[in-house]
């Protein structure tokens, strides 16, 4: 029996949403591709491919490379802001707190979403219109990378040291990602990153003794 016009109209996907689909699968696919070929190995027409998308719908919402390519970066955005939230509300409590904020925040840097951000660095360098959409979302999520890494570590940034210490940390981490997309050397990086939790550990208890009551 054929279906009603109305059973029909109330299966049928609304336009908008497949458009956002599509566009996600586009963003998708271009992180990916960032990730496995580099930007310059990075073309619209893999993009599309790897997406299931025809070129035509795909010029149309993103006519040249750089257009995907910065939506791709404000995609990115969202998504390493959202892996790095939903790992700080599966941390533990107690006296391992810090040693597994910093292990997450070294899983964080060393995924492959940071590598693809660290694609898009290095290509912004010699690229303008790039450098513009990637520096101002770039310092964004450095600033909610600090502001969760604080929160996580319940220290008051108020106090002396503190603040200097947790950018310590994200540059530490920032820098064993980067090493890690040369070399996969993990065991290493958790060594390194334990002592430096104890440091940590250590510099925090003694900025609480030697605060007055």
Do not use: C, Y
């Not at 802001?81 to 997450?104: D, F, I, K, W, Y």
């Not at 951000?117 to 290509?123: D, N, P, R, S």
Request: net charge negative; no cysteine.
């Amino acid at each position: 029996m054929p279906s009603s016009p109305s059973s029909t109209a109330a299966t049928r996907v609304p336009q908008a949403d497949r458009t956002r689909a599509m566009r996600a699968r586009l963003l998708e696919a271009t992180v990916e591709l960032l990730v496995e070929r580099g930007f310059a190995g990075t073309s619209t027409t893999l993009v599309s491919d790897r997406a299931g998308v025809s070129r035509g719908a795909q010029l149309h919402h993103f006519p040249t490379k750089n257009d995907l390519v910065v939506a791709a970066v404000e995609h990115l955005t969202e998504r390493r802001g959202a892996e790095l939230a939903g790992a700080v509300a599966h941390l533990p409590t107690g006296g391992r707190r810090t040693r597994a904020v910093v292990e997450m925040l070294g899983d964080h840097f060393s995924s492959p979403v940071f590598a693809a951000a660290l694609e898009l660095w290095v290509a912004a360098r010699t690229d303008e219109a790039l450098l513009a959409a990637v520096g101002p979302l770039e310092q964004r999520v450095g600033r909610e990378a600090h502001r969760m890494t604080v929160a996580a570590l319940g220290v008051d940034e108020s106090r002396p040291g503190v603040r200097e210490l947790v950018q310590a940390t994200l540059d530490l981490v920032r820098g064993l990602g980067l090493a890690s997309t040369i070399t996969d050397d993990s065991t290493r990086r958790r060594r390194i990153l334990r002592e430096w939790a104890d440091v940590l550990d250590r510099e925090l208890e003694r900025d609480d003794e030697g605060t007055p009551e």
